[in-house]
């Protein structure tokens, strides 16, 4: 049975067509403004590839969910990147996931959500903290982590985007190196995210969300969790993997 989950989140959607246990096709795109026009656009671009949505079964998650029309139901995003991680990767640990607005650690055991903590109160930690910052240097977020990677320990202590950011413009007036700044932004996202899943206990990591394929972040996630993080291109839709399987 082919069941479809989207994804809406706050800076990109994910969607994909679950055929029994394989992804039969995947689409992500921005959101942009409208969450219903994004909804609008998953539909129109899996009918060009042969699912209509109004025939097949589709579970909705995330910051957009209830703007879904034809979603048969909407699931929460905590049961869906769990479901989804699970999956994925398959046994206990906790998934990291790192998204546009919000970060979010979730406590898996025997593939059921035990425990979840999450950062939504501020961008800090978020892919948009990284997206801010990677404007604001005139790079894109990949050419960041290039730059992070070669540059020396450089500290952003502000706990907010917007003084870190001015933190940012400070060292670049300043004259401090490009990979300098890039090394302290980078390590000022990973120290977030890793402060807040030192609360929950676990023995292996699972990476999901827009940040999986970045293998320098990757490596500091490690270091700072001193475990492994495990993670997989088809991460970033983990989320609409586990709304498809939510469908009953």
């Known amino acids: 049975m082919i069941r479809i989950g989207i994804d809406i ?23 942009g403004f ?8 998953v539909a129109a671009d899996f009918a060009d590839h042969g699912y209509d949505v109004q025939e097949l079964p589709v579970i909705a998650t995330g910051y957009g969910r209830v703007a879904v029309p034809y979603a048969d139901k909407v699931v929460t995003e905590i049961t869906c990147h ?19 607005q919000d970060t979010k650690i979730i406590n898996l055991r025997g593939g059921r959500v035990v425990k979840f903590l999450m950062n939504d109160k501020c961008s800090a930690g978020t892919g948009k903290f990284l ?17 992070a990677r070669n540059g020396k320990p450089t500290t952003i202590s502000s706990m907010c985007t ?7 413009i400070s060292l670049i007036g300043k004259g401090a190196a490009r990979e300098d700044i890039a090394n302290g932004v980078i390590e000022s996202v990973v120290s977030k995210v890793c402060t807040l899943a030192s609360q929950i206990s676990a023995e292996q990591y699972f990476l999901t969300g827009g940040l999986c394929e970045n293998n320098y972040i990757i490596e500091r996630l490690s270091s ?19 709304a498809a399987l939510c469908v009953e």
């Open 162 to 168: 917007v003084f870190a950011e001015s933190e940012v």
């Open 224 to 242: 700072h969790l001193k475990a492994p993080v495990t993670t997989d291109p088809r991460a970033r839709f983990a989320g609409a993997i586990g």
């Open 34 to 41: 409208s969450s219903v026009d994004a909804a609008e656009r």
């Open 131 to 147: 997206e801010i910052m990677a404007n604001r240097m005139a790079v894109t977020q990949d050419e960041l982590s290039a730059l």
């Open 82 to 100: 769990g479901k989804g991680a699970s999956f994925l990767f398959g046994g206990d640990g906790a998934v990291l996931d790192v998204g546009g």
């Open 9 to 31: 989140g706050s800076t990109a959607t994910k969607a994909v067509a679950l055929d029994g246990e394989e992804l039969a096709y995947t689409l992500v795109c921005p959101t």
